[in-house]
């Protein structure tokens, strides 16, 4: 099975690039750009990976992006993850990068935009791996900022194809930043934002009715609500779902108990992605796996997931 799943194509709409920095190639570049660490080595990182919600994730998750500083390690962490895909068999990606983690911290946009522009393109020429980037709104910081990350980057419109939201997402509801999502939008640039992973279903509802998206990342607390289920059934609303970090993060206590199968069998658009592989243990190919192993997914229902990911593409 895990072969039968590896050579399925699919698509992969639910990744952070910062998320896929594994501890092999995030201690090189704190050697290259001589950043000091807090762990003594590998193994110590890996045994930080103990996370009890999203807060303790995305704290670790922002040391280990301090050691990103040039074009160089941009392309190189952008790359790296593009080789995964080649082997997974991912032919199209729509990965999001969080400019102001790196603004904040001294790094100019364009030295990030760049470098992993160029990796998507490479990714593109040499890998056959089709692609196109979302800028991503860290929402806890104030949507002032988010403004401000939004003109920085107009001048770079042609290097990504949409806007996102993401970060911490309790206490911080979407409706928080309608102004610079409808300023995206009079830009021509699509939406989608983070919802419904710890937050409740009302933060999918302001997300849809508010921010205009296209899509709903995570979208798992849905099933809380009937009257949204029926809305993303009826409309046909996809979600990027993410099992592995769902479960890592506690949303769910264990796969077993997710509800990717059951959302899927009453017709919601599902899509199976990885969020963050370095931190939570798998790609897409091993998203896909543990459903199997824990659910018992069918061969039927593994096709519908990597046929609804084609699908629910922006970059058409």
Not at 11 to 29: D, I, M, N, Q, V
Not at 39 to 45: E, F, G, R, V
Not at 174 to 191: C, I, T, W
Not at 281 to 296: D, R, S, T
Request: hydrophobic share 40%; net charge negative; proline share 6%.
């Amino acid at each position: 099975m895990y072969d039968w799943l590896n050579a399925l194509p699919k698509a992969e709409l639910h990744l952070h690039l910062e998320g896929s920095l594994e501890p092999e190639l995030l201690f090189r570049l704190a050697q290259r750009n001589g950043v000091a660490l807090p762990w003594p080595d590998i193994d110590a990182l890996r045994g930080a990976y103990n996370y009890h919600n999203l807060q303790e994730f995305l704290d670790l998750y922002y040391m280990g992006a301090d050691v990103l500083r040039t074009e160089r390690d941009f392309y190189d962490l952008t790359w790296a993850y593009l080789q995964k895909c080649r082997e997974q068999n991912v032919v199209h990606t729509e990965p999001f990068f969080d400019p102001q983690t790196h603004t904040d911290r001294g790094v100019p946009f364009e030295v990030v935009v760049n470098g992993i522009s160029q990796a998507l393109e490479d990714g593109r020429k040499q890998l056959g791996v089709t692609s196109g980037l979302i800028l991503s709104f860290l929402r806890h910081l104030p949507e002032e900022q988010a403004m401000r990350t939004l003109e920085a980057a107009l001048p770079y419109r042609d290097a990504f194809i949409a806007v996102g939201l993401d970060s911490s997402e309790q206490g911080f509801p979407p409706r928080l930043f309608q102004r610079v999502f409808d300023r995206a939008r009079a830009e021509g640039l699509p939406a989608v934002a983070h919802a419904g992973e710890e937050g409740p279903p009302e933060y999918i509802w302001e997300a849809l009715d508010l921010l205009k998206v296209l899509r709903i990342d995570h979208g798992v607390r849905a099933a809380e609500d009937p009257e949204l289920i029926a809305r993303l059934i009826d409309e046909q609303i996809p979600l990027t779902v993410c099992p592995l970090s769902n479960t890592r993060l506690r949303v769910f206590d264990h796969m077993r108990d997710h509800n990717i199968l059951s959302l899927l069998d009453a017709g919601v658009k599902v899509t199976v992605n990885s969020d963050d592989p370095a931190y939570f243990g798998g790609y897409v190919n091993e998203n896909f796996h543990a459903l199997y192993e824990h659910l018992g997914m069918s061969q039927a229902q593994a096709q519908a997931l990597a046929d609804n990911s084609l699908d629910a593409r922006i970059a058409k």
